[in-house]
């Protein structure tokens, strides 16, 4: 159903008969190898949470497959790595959006630059569903920061510390300033003690304050944004696709993202 380059893990249906919602990944790994590295580690980490927690996850690489019928299907869509391009895909997602369908996404998903080969023409997604517009400034090398949770009262932070150390990570500053807008309620964002953050070599690349939100939802939505999924990619040394770090290789973090997406599926 989802041509050669999908790949359905169903394990949990059949051990358990009582699924309690599934999730459909998009994802399209073909640039940057940190990129790449995080989409297979979370098409591989997500079906072993679903056994543990009663829900199936399927992804594909088949845009095309963002569509009504198809959506219909699943009460929670992951985008891992990028966004849809095609007027079509976009307009299905909106009508899921807006209709009641719950919505993770992580780092890159998020991106948008005028001119690249992601601009920022999408207005409905990028400030009025995720409010951010669009990409700012990055730091450089991935590096671990320390996380502050922001509130404690949602569900994606239940049984987190006020404070944890991320797994290392690309971190994303943007152009909208998400505390004035209404709609927007931060869940994380870095803490002070971060700080320097990023080790250049160029300047820029390196934070030495400001605040920088890191997981949002909106609240006329069901949706969360996490800047996470960026691993650390040895990219001086051949072959130049060694990675350093791993997303998943964080005890508190995973608690975050799955709470997160139980809250999504869970009615």
């Not at 080790?199 to 939802?217: A, F, L, Q, R």
Request: hydrophobic share 35%; net charge positive; aromatic share 16%.
């Amino acid at each position: 159903m989802c041509g050669v380059f999908c790949f359905l893990f169903s394990a949990a249906n059949a051990q358990n008969n009582h699924v309690k919602f599934k999730v459909i990944a998009f994802y399209t790994a073909k640039n940057d190898q940190a990129h790449i590295s995080f989409v297979h580690e979370a098409n591989k980490w997500f079906p072993k949470k679903g056994l543990q927690h009663n829900f199936t996850y399927d992804s594909t690489s088949n845009w095309d497959n963002l569509n009504a019928n198809f959506l219909s299907k699943y009460q929670v869509v992951i985008f891992l790595d990028t966004r849809p391009d095609k007027p079509t895909h976009r307009q299905a997602f909106e009508n899921y959006m807006k209709h009641g369908g719950a919505w993770m996404g992580f780092h890159f998903s998020a991106f948008a630059l005028t001119p690249s080969d992601f601009p920022q023409n999408w207005d409905w997604y990028h400030n009025e569903f995720l409010g951010s517009g669009s990409y700012g400034s990055n730091t450089w090398r991935p590096t671990s920061a320390v996380l502050r949770v922001e509130d404690k009262k949602h569900p994606a932070t239940k049984t987190l510390p006020q404070t944890f150390k991320s797994s290392p990570n690309e971190w994303y500053r943007w152009t909208n300033d998400l505390t004035k807008n209404p709609n927007i309620k931060i869940i994380l964002s870095i803490d002070s003690s971060s700080f320097p953050l990023g080790t250049g070599p160029k300047p820029h690349e390196i934070w030495h304050d400001g605040y920088y939100p890191v997981v949002w939802t909106n609240k006329q939505y069901k949706m969360i944004y996490m800047n996470m999924g960026h691993n650390d990619i040895d990219y001086e040394h051949p072959p130049h696709n060694k990675e350093l770090s791993l997303t998943f290789d964080n005890e508190v973090q995973n608690r975050l993202i799955i709470n997160s997406l139980l809250w999504l599926g869970n009615k």
